[in-house]
């Protein structure tokens, strides 16, 4: 494995520091759920900062949903669920003032710890966890409707299991910290479930998210994993002595929506006739649609002139007619914000590689569709 495939994305910096959180919020009940005989003060500090954790938990994921989401539904619902869990948590450190906890921490009942929850705190808490759980089917739901090649079948599997259990899990922890103080029994042993639950969802819904391209690229920030698992493919058109034609494509990309060559070489010449031949060819960026596929997928392209010392047209000059462009599922166009930064990216392979036969190379056309996906996300 290269050393490039060892580097940590912002997007598994996420995942690990939640699943952290989520073994920390587990472990911290066990003194209160077990009545172990430890320092009482020891007890309710270690349970105080299993619940900041698990509060933080809800909250970033809510952020990941707002991250993710390009409905402004969705969106507004993930800030309530922020809000929610913030208040939730000033009234947890308001209380950490009174001895026993007056509106929402713990206290000893019959020689037993059980959690106290007041009528506000549990509506806050309420309110943060129905609106995250909104939030996330919601994200799902949008996670659907992306095309088979864009999100598999098996990752939509685990995220319904993943999101099932997380529902478990809260309306077990909403049970345990509304149940009245006389039923300790119970409550600790639906508290103990909900935190077993939850870390098992937390568990299934990110390994889903490691393996799933369009989150490490809108968290992560890098374009590498969709080039690399062909969900977004790259292709190079040149008019060369046998007319307009790849020059290369990628395999991947090609291999996951079985592209014949008809199609290929249909979309190679609509490519440069849309950037115009003979003396109506311009250098600028543009974008159109890629034909002959079931997907709706766009064509996100530059064109521009390069140095070819084999082209046997005197006309050109040695300079032919090229145009490169990133095939991009329709779905995913709303990540692409900056598309005049192509010409950029170009300018520098351009500089890099000054003929065709070093430009046309496999590695350097996909290091450069990767470089042009990072700039325009």
Known sequence: ????????????????????????WTVSGIPWLFNLP?????????????????FLIMSTWAYLNYQFSSRKRTQLISILSIVANSIAIGIRIIDLRNAPAKYYGL???????????DPIAAFFVLTGIATLLLSLFLVNRELKRLP???????????????????VSAYIL?????????????????????????????????????LHNPLFITSIGGTGRHLIKKGVIGWGLIVFGNMGPQFSNVSEAWKVMLQL????????????????????????????????????????????????DPTCIDKRLENRVPVVFGLFIPLTLMRMVSHILRVEKVIAKYRALHPT?????????????????LDAII
Not at 14 to 22: F, K, Q
Not at 174 to 192: E, H
Not at 356 to 372: C, F, G, H, K, T
């Open 38 to 54: 430890l320092n009482e003060t020891f007890v309710i500090t270690f349970s105080n900062l299993g619940v900041f954790a698990a």
């Open 148 to 166: 088979e090649y864009v999100y598999p079948r098996r990752l939509k599997t685990i995220n319904d299991v993943a999101f099932w259990l997380l």
């Open 173 to 209: 922890n909403f049970i345990s910290l509304n149940l009245p103080s006389g039923f300790p029994l119970l409550i600790q042993t639906f508290s103990l479930a909900s935190r077993l639950l939850v870390l098992a969802s937390l568990s299934f819904y990110f390994t889903e998210l």
């Open 260 to 307: 014949d060559q008809r199609t290929i070489m249909l979309n190679a010449s609509a490519l440069l006739i849309a950037a115009g031949l003979g003396d109506s060819f311009r250098e600028y960026e543009y974008i159109i649609p890629f034909q002959g596929v079931n997907s709706r997928i766009v064509s996100v392209c530059y064109s521009f002139r390069h140095y």
């Open 107 to 117: 206290a000893k009942v019959d020689g037993k710890w059980v959690p106290i929850t």
């Open 356 to 372: 065709m036969q070093e430009l046309s190379r496999n590695d350097v056309l996909e290091e450069m569709a990767v470089a042009i």
């Open 1 to 24: 494995m290269s050393a490039r495939n060892l580097v940590l994305t912002r997007g598994h910096v996420i995942v690990i520091i939640m699943i952290s959180l989520g073994i920390f």
